[in-house]
C-alpha cells in the first residue's frame, strides 16, 4: 500500500502521500480536490518533488481512526454517526461524478474528529488497489466491538450484510441510516418518496433534500414572525395616539418593539449553497480549453457543456498560505467513565500518582509519583516526561524525560500505555 508521512508547514499539517501515476491537473476527477471542497474528502494539493508528483492533505482532523481504534469506546451514538459519514461521502463522489473505489477505505487514512465521530476521508485518484472497499474498513471496525454490545454489534452487521450485497444501491444505504434513527423502515421509505437524494442520467435538475426543504420551512416562518410583530406595534401605536389606551400602557409598545428588534438580528436567511453544477462549470473555464474526455463523457449526466467558454490553460499552482488563529489545546480522556478531560487552566500541571503534588491525579499501579508535566506557553502546549519509571509515550512513541515537546491537535498521550489522552481544541 501507499507509504504515508505527516509534515507541518506553519499552522498547517498534511499528510502526504507520493502518486504512482503522473496526474493531470486538466483532467477533472484527478484535480477537482484542488480546485473545490467536496464535504467528507479532504483537500489535497499537487506538488512536484525530487521530479516526482506527491500529494499533500490538508488535515482538518489531525487523529486518524487507527491511533484511537484501541482506545475508542465504540458506541451505539459514535457508530452511527461514523456510518452516516461513510454513506455521506458515497453520496458527495457519486453527486461529483467521482469514482467512490478511489477513496482509500482503511483506517490509517481516515480522520476522525473525536468529540463528535465524524470522519474525514483520502480520495486517491487512478486507485490501483484491488483490495479496497467499505467493507473492509467495515471489518476492522469488527474487532474493535465489545462482544456484550449486542446494539452495536447488530447495528453493524446489518450494515455490513447490505454494503456486501452486489444489489446494494446509494438510496438503500441512505434509507438504512434513516430507518435506524426513526426506527422504521416504512417511515423512511415515506421520506424517500417525497425526498429523493438521488438522481438518475434520465432525470437531470438539480439535487432536492429534506434539510433545504427545512430551511424553506423555518424561513417562511421566521418573516411571518417578523410581519405578526410589526402589525402588533401598528396597532398598539394607533391606540396610543388616539387616546384610546393610556401611555400607562407604554411598556406593550416598547416590549413589542423589543421582540422585532431581536426578530430582526436572529432572522439570518439561508444562502442556496452551490451547487456540483456550478463547480464543474467553474472548473472547466478556469482549467482547460475543452472539456477533457474523462468529464466529458460523464457531463451528459449534468447538462450540455458544448458551448461554455473558458480560459487558457492552467499553468501555474498558486499556494496560498492562511494563518490559524492559536487554539486553546486540552486533553481528552479515552476513558471517561474513570478519568476525566484534562483542562489546563494554569501555567503548568502535573500528572501522577501522589495526591497532594499532583493536579491531575491518576491512581494506577505503574504509574509514578509524579510521572509527566504539561506546561503552557504562549507558543504552544508542551509534554515533559519527568523520569518516570513506565515511560510517557506521545503518538506510540516513548519521549526522552525531562524534554519538553510541543502537541498538536490529534496527538495521542499515554502514560506507560496504562491511561491514554487525545489533544484536542478545547470547546470544540
Given at each position: 500500500?501507499?507509504?504515508?508521512?505527516?509534515?507541518?508547514?506553519?499552522?498547517?499539517?498534511?499528510?502526504?502521500?507520493?502518486?504512482?501515476?503522473?496526474?493531470?491537473?486538466?483532467?477533472?476527477?484527478?484535480?477537482?480536490?484542488?480546485?473545490?471542497?467536496?464535504?467528507?474528502?479532504?483537500?489535497?494539493?499537487?506538488?512536484?518533488?525530487?521530479?516526482?508528483?506527491?500529494?499533500?492533505?490538508?488535515?482538518?482532523?489531525?487523529?486518524?481512526?487507527?491511533?484511537?481504534?484501541?482506545?475508542?469506546?465504540?458506541?451505539?451514538?459514535?457508530?452511527?454517526?461514523?456510518?452516516?459519514?461513510?454513506?455521506?461521502?458515497?453520496?458527495?463522489?457519486?453527486?461529483?461524478?467521482?469514482?467512490?473505489?478511489?477513496?482509500?477505505?482503511?483506517?490509517?487514512?481516515?480522520?476522525?474528529?473525536?468529540?463528535?465521530?465524524?470522519?474525514?476521508?483520502?480520495?486517491?485518484?487512478?486507485?490501483?488497489?484491488?483490495?479496497?472497499?467499505?467493507?473492509?474498513?467495515?471489518?476492522?471496525?469488527?474487532?474493535?466491538?465489545?462482544?456484550?454490545?449486542?446494539?452495536?454489534?447488530?447495528?453493524?452487521?446489518?450494515?455490513?450484510?447490505?454494503?456486501?450485497?452486489?444489489?446494494c444501491t446509494l438510496k438503500q444505504m441512505e434509507q438504512y441510516i434513516i430507518s435506524k434513527n426513526f426506527?422504521?423502515?416504512?417511515?423512511?421509505?415515506?421520506?424517500?418518496?417525497?425526498?429523493?437524494?438521488?438522481?438518475?442520467?434520465?432525470?437531470?435538475?438539480?439535487?432536492?433534500?429534506?434539510?433545504?426543504?427545512?430551511?424553506?420551512?423555518?424561513?417562511?416562518?421566521?418573516?411571518?414572525?417578523?410581519?405578526?410583530?410589526?402589525?402588533?406595534?401598528?396597532?398598539?401605536?394607533?391606540?396610543?395616539?388616539?387616546?384610546?389606551?393610556?401611555?400607562?400602557?407604554?411598556?406593550?409598545?416598547?416590549?413589542?418593539?423589543?421582540?422585532?428588534?431581536?426578530?430582526?438580528?436572529?432572522?439570518?436567511?439561508?444562502?442556496?449553497?452551490?451547487?456540483?453544477?456550478?463547480?464543474?462549470?467553474?472548473?472547466?473555464?478556469?482549467?482547460?480549453?475543452?472539456?477533457?474526455?474523462?468529464?466529458?463523457?460523464?457531463?451528459?449526466?449534468?447538462?450540455?457543456?458544448?458551448?461554455?467558454?473558458?480560459?487558457?490553460?492552467?499553468?501555474?499552482?498558486?499556494?496560498?498560505?492562511?494563518?490559524?488563529?492559536?487554539?486553546?489545546?486540552?486533553?481528552?480522556?479515552?476513558?471517561?467513565?474513570?478519568?476525566?478531560?484534562?483542562?489546563?487552566?494554569?501555567?503548568?500541571?502535573?500528572?501522577?500518582?501522589?495526591?497532594?503534588?499532583?493536579?491531575?491525579?491518576?491512581?494506577?499501579?505503574?504509574?509514578?509519583?509524579?510521572?509527566?508535566?504539561?506546561?503552557?506557553?504562549?507558543?504552544?502546549?508542551?509534554?515533559?516526561?519527568?523520569?518516570?519509571?513506565?515511560?510517557?509515550?506521545?503518538?506510540?512513541?516513548?519521549?526522552?524525560?525531562g524534554k519538553e515537546h510541543l502537541l498538536e491537535e490529534g496527538d495521542v498521550i499515554s502514560l506507560a500505555?496504562?491511561?491514554?489522552?487525545?489533544?484536542?481544541?478545547?470547546?470544540?
Open positions: 500500500m501507499h507509504q504515508i508521512c505527516f509534515e507541518r508547514e506553519k499552522m498547517n499539517s498534511y499528510m502526504v502521500i507520493s502518486c504512482d501515476e503522473k496526474l493531470d491537473r486538466n483532467v477533472y476527477s484527478e484535480a477537482i480536490l484542488e480546485y473545490a471542497k467536496i464535504p467528507g474528502l479532504m483537500n489535497y494539493e499537487i506538488r512536484d518533488v525530487d521530479g516526482e508528483q506527491t500529494l499533500y492533505y490538508r488535515l482538518q482532523y489531525r487523529t486518524s481512526l487507527k491511533q484511537v481504534l484501541g482506545d475508542l469506546k465504540l458506541t451505539f451514538e459514535l457508530m452511527e454517526t461514523m456510518i452516516s459519514s461513510m454513506v455521506d461521502v458515497v453520496k458527495q463522489t457519486e453527486e461529483y461524478l467521482l469514482d467512490c473505489n478511489a477513496i482509500l477505505w482503511k483506517s490509517e487514512y481516515i480522520f476522525i474528529e473525536i468529540h463528535s465521530g465524524k470522519l474525514s476521508f483520502t480520495y486517491y485518484p487512478k486507485m490501483q488497489e484491488e483490495n479496497n472497499s467499505i467493507k473492509n474498513l467495515l471489518v476492522e471496525l469488527f474487532q474493535y466491538v465489545e462482544k456484550n454490545n449486542q446494539q452495536v454489534y447488530q447495528y453493524l452487521m446489518d450494515f455490513y450484510n447490505l454494503v456486501t450485497n452486489p444489489d426506527g422504521s423502515k416504512e417511515f423512511a421509505s415515506e421520506i424517500y418518496e417525497e425526498e429523493p437524494f438521488v438522481i438518475s442520467a434520465e432525470q437531470g435538475g438539480s439535487v432536492f433534500t429534506s434539510e433545504k426543504k427545512t430551511n424553506e420551512i423555518a424561513s417562511k416562518k421566521s418573516w411571518l414572525i417578523i410581519i405578526i410583530l410589526i402589525v402588533v406595534n401598528l396597532i398598539v401605536a394607533c391606540l396610543l395616539l388616539l387616546d384610546i389606551w393610556t401611555y400607562q400602557y407604554i411598556w406593550v409598545l416598547i416590549g413589542t418593539l423589543f421582540l422585532l428588534f431581536v426578530s430582526f438580528l436572529s432572522f439570518h436567511p439561508e444562502k442556496e449553497a452551490e451547487s456540483p453544477d456550478k463547480i464543474m462549470e467553474e472548473y472547466l473555464r478556469e482549467h482547460s480549453k475543452e472539456p477533457s474526455s474523462d468529464y466529458y463523457q460523464q457531463s451528459n449526466v449534468r447538462r450540455e457543456m458544448n458551448n461554455i467558454e473558458t480560459t487558457v490553460l492552467y499553468t501555474e499552482h498558486q499556494e496560498i498560505v492562511i494563518e490559524d488563529t492559536p487554539k486553546e489545546l486540552c486533553l481528552k480522556s479515552m476513558n471517561p467513565k474513570k478519568y476525566n478531560d484534562l483542562f489546563i487552566d494554569s501555567n503548568s500541571i502535573v500528572l501522577g500518582s501522589m495526591m497532594g503534588s499532583c493536579g491531575y491525579l491518576v491512581k494506577e499501579n505503574g504509574i509514578s509519583r509524579m510521572h509527566a508535566k504539561l506546561i503552557k506557553k504562549e507558543d504552544g502546549l508542551f509534554l515533559i516526561d519527568l523520569n518516570s519509571t513506565n515511560g510517557t509515550y506521545l503518538n506510540d512513541e516513548p519521549i526522552v524525560g500505555k496504562i491511561v491514554t489522552f487525545v489533544v484536542t481544541v478545547r470547546g470544540g
